[in-house]
């Protein structure tokens, strides 16, 4: 499917049920791509540059522990520092409150992951829309709203909105399942909780990192095995800059090992039924001249009244 062609939502959702994934080729311009890779370059810099510190708290002798927990993110010992000072300065806004679990069963959720990470040779940028609103138009774009509608119900969250920029010369990731089901006991739900959506900046291609998915193993109701293995049903989801991967949070899936000379950038947005807690807070960093800036609808998305009240 192209954006030249009519975009047949049912199509789509056919072979998203189907297979557990689809793609939608050139959903959106070449001029349009360009312009918000520049905007993802500039702010991939700065941030290598000035990372994120909120500040510091009590140690704990479990922080150790999770810089253990990142999964396929493999940071060194100036960003795994960063990331447990964050943890900790987080810890101490919530009255020092410990997990009461150990790190290997905190929900994802909860924690910091690296933001460098392959040895630095990888980034990702989180909370998007709050730090450029010029990429709103993709998280809310039209194709994607009336499938999530229909998958997830109108009333769908945005769960993550990030930048992942796959190093040069980078290993590939494991198979896993998305959050918010990534820990949960086999048989998995037989209905789906998320849906990813990754926007396409540059060509994605088997040599520079392209998701592979499982096909067909969002029917198993099964966690994947571990590791990064050749799969009977694998396909690796090429396609041009401007087009449009997606793929039901249950499937089962990795990013492909980058061997070439530059870095493969996707636009991540993962939407999730309305009481999934998010992966990210994208509310708490909204300011009231910011959020004029955006929908009611995306408002709603990133969290504005759609959160628990006080009552009473």
Known sequence: MTAETPIDIGSIRDHLNTHGYAVVKNLVDRETVSDLKARVNRMLA??????????DGPSLPSDDGYCSEYGPFVADKG???????????DRAREFDTPWPVPPSEVCISFFHLPTIFDQGRSQRIFNLINKDVAFAPLVEHPTVLELMDAELGRDAVLLD???????????????????????????????TLAV?????????????GATHVVAGSHLSLKQPPRGKGEMETEVVLEAPAGSLAIWLSQTWHRHGANITDAARTGLIAQYGRAWVKPFVDLRSPLTTEFAAQLSPRLR?????????????
């Open 79 to 89: 960003e795994a520092e960063r990331v447990k000072k964050r943890i900790r300065a």
């Open 300 to 312: 709603y998305m990133m969290g504005c009244n759609a959160n628990a009240p006080v009552r009473g």
């Open 161 to 191: 909105v990030s930048i992942n920029n796959v190093g040069s010369q980078t290993d590939s990731g494991g198979w896993h399942v998305d959050s918010p089901i990534s820990l949960v006991k086999e048989p998995l739900p037989n209905f």
């Open 196 to 208: 990813q959506t990754v926007w396409m900046l540059d060509d994605f291609t088997r040599d520079n």
């Open 46 to 55: 700065y941030e290598r540059e000035h990372p994120y510190d909120p500040g």
